[in-house]
């Protein structure tokens, strides 16, 4: 069955460490979405990816990096600079329509990522 | 400042009610609206809205979008204890020519449905 698969479910990091969350997708889509969600609150955009080899930054991409070598693939960095990282991370993809519509996002399960 | 804001933020119902569900938005070049149903997990989609005053149903959930007054209402009918989740409200903005694909969500409504 094709879908978006993250891993690790559950990440611990120690201050000062970087850390990377994986992201793989089959579904062949050519965009892909990292987002972070805090408790209480809606899911906010770290990085995006529309094709291959570029991607922009979302409104919290501070702290954070992102690499984007294979369509399937959009790994997420979580870097020391990142002062408060404790959160639940999204992995999103979907195939970016030329018409009005759009597509919807198909997310995987998540990672939660705490400071020990 | 592009926002989608949702209300309530959080409620609790019994088995049977009906509840509903409210996102409003400020977004330049509205390209669509979406709603997810969030367990512990990944956001799972429910609708996408594009055109105003068209229900879209599924079972007892449909959704109505008012592009003039910048709002949509997610209604359940006949809840049951598995409607318990979050549900997120989301706006596609058109950036320029180009369809991004990029949503901004809203806080989400946590609903939890008692027996």
């Known amino acids: 069955d094709g879908g978006i698969t993250q891993s690790p479910k559950y990440l611990f990091r120690k201050e000062g460490q970087n850390v990377t969350l994986s992201c793989e997708q089959n579904l062949n889509h050519d965009a892909m979405y990292w987002y972070r969600q805090d408790p209480g609150q809606g899911l906010r955009l770290i990085y995006y990816s529309q094709i291959v080899n570029d991607f922009q930054k979302g409104d919290i991409a501070e702290g954070y990096s992102v690499s984007r070598e294979k369509k399937e693939s959009f790994p997420l960095t979580v870097t020391s600079a990142q002062k408060n990282p404790t959160a639940f991370y999204l992995c999103?993809?979907?195939?970016?329509?030329?018409?009005?519509?759009?597509?919807?996002?198909?997310f995987g399960d998540g990672t939660r990522l705490s400071i020990l | 400042e592009d926002k989608v804001v949702q209300s309530p933020l959080s409620l609790v119902v019994h088995e049977g009610d009906t509840v509903t569900l409210n996102c409003s938005y400020e977004v330049t070049n509205f390209r669509s609206l979406l709603w997810y149903k969030q367990e512990k997990k990944a956001p799972t989609f429910l609708f996408m809205l594009t055109s105003s005053g068209i229900e879209k149903k599924s079972g007892r959930l449909s959704s109505i979008l008012d592009k003039k007054e910048l709002f949509s209402i997610l209604n359940i009918t006949a809840t049951q204890t598995g409607d318990s989740a979050v549900y997120l409200c989301a706006v596609g903005p058109l950036m320029g020519s180009s369809n991004t694909g990029k949503l901004i969500f809203g806080q989400g409504t946590t609903l939890q449905v008692k027996p």
């Open positions: 999103a993809s979907s195939r970016p329509s030329g018409t009005v519509d759009g597509r919807p996002q198909h």
